[in-house]
Structures are given as C-alpha cells and as structure tokens.
Nanobody, 127 residues
Framework: EVQPVESGGGSVQAGGSLRLSCTASGFNFDDADMGWYRQAPGKKCELVSTITGGGVTYYADSVKGRFTITHVNAKNTPEHTVHLQMDRLKPDDTAVYYC?????????????????WGQGTQVTVSS
C-alpha cells in the first residue's frame, strides 16, 4: 500500500526556513506525481508544489521563488522521497501541509477526492 510518511515542519519566525520531507513506496514514480498541499484555517486547500516522474515541477504563485521541491530515489530501494525546502517564510504560509501521491482535492485537503495522503504536518510562521 502507498502510504506517504511526512517529516519536518514546526514553528519559525518570518524570514526563516523549514524543510518538509515525504517518503513513499509501492508505486511507479515514472507515472505519478508527488507533492504538497496545504490547508490554512478558513481557507481552501491549496496545491503548493508537485514534481512528476519526468521531473516537471509546479509551484503555486504564492510560493514561487521561495520554495523548492526535489525528488530522491535512494539507490536499490523502492522508496521515493520528496523534499520541500521552504525559504523566506511568511505568516501566510502557516498551514497544515499534506504530502500526496497523485493527489486530487476539492475545497478541503481532508478528506481528499483521491490519491494517497500523509497525515499532515503543521507549519507555523510567526511575525
């Protein structure tokens, strides 16, 4: 079963950095996309960044130039890890961040429409 496992997150002051990581296995990354969504209180679920098996990346306008997504496939293992480096963080980045493989959402990240999802990790940016 594909079960993304997230790590990272936490609290930081505005202007600081955090790195989120997500590891999953049991799927063909060449045919998938893997990335991050976030849900802030009172706001709709937002697709933050994804990366495909072909190396194509997507960034929401709100994070372009500040966030970087990378993919690592440890040699001789079926695990795929996606890192989200978040720099120059702003209070508006405060949210629960979810990792997903082939994620599809409606207004809310949870429950999602489809895909494989992690449990979420809190990112809090103070001013």
């Amino acid at each position: 079963e594909v079960q993304p496992v997230e790590s990272g997150g936490g609290s930081v002051q505005a202007g600081g950095s955090l790195r989120l990581s997500c590891t999953a296995s049991g799927f063909n990354f060449d045919d998938a996309d893997m990335g991050w969504y976030r849900q802030a209180p009172g706001k709709k679920c937002e697709l933050v960044s994804t990366i495909t098996g072909g190396g194509v990346t997507y960034y929401a306008d709100s994070v372009k130039g500040r966030f970087t997504i990378t993919h690592v496939n440890a040699k001789n293992t079926p695990e795929h890890t996606v890192h989200l480096q978040m720099d120059r963080l702003k209070p508006d980045d405060t949210a629960v961040y979810y990792c997903a493989v082939d994620g599809v959402v409606g207004a809310w990240c949870q429950p999602p429409v489809s895909g494989y999802w992690g449990q979420g990790t809190q990112v809090t940016v103070s001013s």
